[in-house]
């Protein structure tokens, strides 16, 4: 019998990168999991690799509808869960002087409008004792250039947990963020040529204390720690970055 056997979890934007690696983690454990995104073959493909024990739906984190829709299949679903990962995010580089309106508004309304209604929805169906985590950056503790607004946007929801934390306290619910530094999860390729991508990572593996980029997977273990083994700590921040923000 797997660890997390009878446990049901929602991963936000779990069809590719660590929300994929968490996900497989979890039904490798014997729990049940539902995960969103808004690319239907990137979906099905995630379907696949996770298996029977996987539900995937297409499900836009920036839009409120979609999330009011979610909450209610989760609920004809599995009734409650027992964890919640608000992953659903997208990157944005830009010059703080080119720096649109149209990409600011996308990174604030994906990046921190959206977990924090998510989190609002589902708190009707999390159990007690349940934990929620949402998915920072070391961005939000940096000051990066090309990044201003993407930065803005996690450090608010860097605040929302705590604020959250707190006021769901009563509820038995601990809210916990993960803030990963450099990752190879894919997210670079889908913002940038693939050229320029790669000289992005060599440049963050050479830039990090261990020399390398970090993997889904070693996100994924901290998540699953936050969602269901830490259960004396809420409000708290998990910095998965080889030591890049702190040493």
């Known amino acids: 019998m ?63 509808s979609d999330t009011d829709a979610l909450a209610d299949r989760v609920k004809t679903e599995f009734g409650t869960v027992d964890a919640l990962f608000a992953n ?37 169906l999390l159990a007690a004792g349940s934990g929620v985590v949402v998915t920072t950056s070391v961005a939000n503790a940096l000051g990066l250039p090309m990044l201003s607004a993407y930065a803005a946007g996690k450090a608010a929801l860097r605040s929302m947990a705590r604020s959250l934390a707190r006021e769901l306290l009563p509820h038995g619910i601990r809210v916990n963020a993960v803030s990963p530094g450099p990752i190879d999860s894919g997210i670079l390729e889908k913002s940038m040529p693939k050229d320029a991508a790669e000289q992005t ?47």
């Open 201 to 247: 990572k060599a440049g963050m593996a050479a830039d990090n204390p261990m020399r390398r980029m970090g993997t889904p997977a070693e996100v994924a273990r901290a998540v699953v720690f936050l969602a269901f083994d830490a259960t004396y700590t809420t409000g708290a921040e998990l910095v998965v970055d080889g030591g890049g923000s702190q040493l």
């Open 88 to 124: 659903a995010g997208v990157n944005g580089f830009a010059p703080f002087g080119e720096t649109s309106e149209e990409l600011f508004d996308e990174l604030m309304t994906i990046n921190a409008k959206g977990p924090y209604f998510t989190v609002q929805k589902f708190v009707p």
């Open 2 to 64: 797997g660890r997390f056997e009878g446990k049901k979890a929602v991963i936000t934007g779990g069809s590719s990168g660590f929300g994929l690696a968490t996900a497989q983690s979890l039904v490798d454990e014997g729990a049940r999991v539902l995960v969103t995104g808004r690319d239907r073959a990137r979906l099905d493909a995630a379907g696949e690799q996770l298996g029977p024990q996987a539900i995937t739906v297409v499900s836009d984190a920036g839009s409120l």
